[in-house]
């Protein structure tokens, strides 16, 4: 299971209310999870049951599929450069190297 540095799931991270954590959002985050996650549950499918289900949903239309792959690696790339940043942000958060 994959935690953020303050214990709570990456979705509960970024989709839990405004009121009660004084870090706004940045919808950008908001969508490179939403991304990644695809993008994991894609490749989860694909070595489980050979399913690509980008594929299948934009197999007519190569350019698109291109596309959302791009969008689903830049967004890993986003979450991977933008962590330390949230997790130093946390108190009592453990320190990142």
Known sequence: MV???NGSLPYFYFFQPKGGDSMK????????????IIGGLNWGLVGIANLDIVDLIFGTI???AKIVYIL????????????????SD????????
Do not use: E, F, Q, R
């Open 3 to 5: 935690y953020l540095c």
């Open 25 to 36: 959002k940045n919808p950008i985050d908001t969508i490179a999870w939403i991304l990644v």
């Open 62 to 64: 190569p350019v698109l």
């Open 72 to 87: 689903v690696g830049i967004s890993a790339l986003y979450v991977l450069l933008t962590m330390k940043k949230c997790c």
């Open 90 to 97: 946390k108190p009592g958060a453990p320190k990142m190297s």
